[in-house]
Structure formats: structure tokens, C-alpha cells
């Protein structure tokens, strides 16, 4: 494709927005530091433009390169504390007769079946979220798949 100009980068940044937040939030969960992965990630992708083979996969190549600067943040913030501080194991699920609501819910699924939920909820294809996420479109298909049932078991009333 070449160099994009101006105009279309700007454009393309805002229609992937929401999502790309919404992805660093799930890596990051703080506010903050989303916004930093956020403007290293335009910063970058800007400098980089000549590498996008064809404007119409922008939304991944862009989610991609936000996604290894939050995890860029995120292993700096892990630096900071002491192994010992970090938690080996997550918290126990609460008593069967506590109800769960759906936020909750979602955070106990891993990481990978956020991500993949929350950009299949955003519009994106199994294609797309493969390109971004770096993992075959059957894997993608197999998490989703995966993490419908877990939140089923996780919300069900008892």
C-alpha cells in the first residue's frame, strides 16, 4: 500500500479507538496506563505506516501493535513489585449460593477468552481477531466456544 496520508491514519485511529481501549483495558486495567499504551501505540504505528500492506487490515495491525505496547507496560509494572507480592494462584470462587454478575464473570475468565470475547463483541471477524491476537482463526473459534460455556457455569443460578 505505502505511506498512508495523514488524513486517512486519523481516521482509520478513530475508528479503531474504542476497541484498541477497550483491548489495553483488558491487558492493563488501569486507566492511565491504557492511555499510555494508547499514544506509544499511535506514535508507532505512525512511524511504521510504510509497513501496512493494505488499509483494509489497519484495525488489526493497529490493535496489534497496541496490544505488545500494553503488555510492554505491563511487564515494566511487574518489575516494580517483588515476586513474592504477586499472587500464585487466583482468588477462590465465592460460596455456589452467591450470585455473580456478568463484570465479575467475565473477569475470572483467562485473559486470552476476554480478549477474544471482547473483540468478537466489537465487530471483529475470527480472520481479524486471529491477525491481532497472533493465533490461528480455529483457536479463536475453540476460545470464544470456551469461554460462552465458562461464563454459562459461572452465571448460572443455583
Known amino acids: 500500500m505505502g505511506l498512508i496520508s495523514d488524513d486517512v491514519f486519523v481516521e482509520e485511529i478513530g475508528n479503531a479507538k474504542q476497541a484498541a481501549f477497550g483491548v489495553a483495558y483488558l491487558i492493563l486495567k488501569n486507566t492511565s496506563d491504557c492511555e499510555d499504551a494508547m499514544s506509544a ?91 491481532v491476537l497472533n493465533v490461528p482463526a480455529g483457536t479463536v473459534k475453540s476460545r470464544i466456544s470456551r469461554a460462552k460455556e465458562t461464563l454459562r457455569s459461572y452465571l448460572e443460578v443455583n
Open 41 to 131: 501505540a499511535i506514535v508507532k504505528a505512525y512511524e511504521h505506516r510504510n509497513t501496512l500492506l493494505k488499509r483494509g487490515s489497519f484495525r488489526a495491525w493497529f490493535l496489534r501493535i497496541l496490544r505488545n505496547e500494553a503488555y510492554t507496560i505491563l511487564r515494566e509494572r511487574r518489575k516494580v513489585f517483588e515476586t513474592d507480592e504477586i499472587p500464585e494462584t487466583p482468588a477462590p470462587f465465592p460460596d455456589a449460593d452467591r450470585s455473580l454478575d456478568l463484570r465479575a464473570a467475565l473477569m475470572r475468565l483467562s485473559e486470552d477468552q476476554r480478549n477474544v470475547l471482547y473483540l468478537w463483541e466489537q465487530g471483529y471477524s475470527m480472520e481479524e481477531i486471529a491477525a
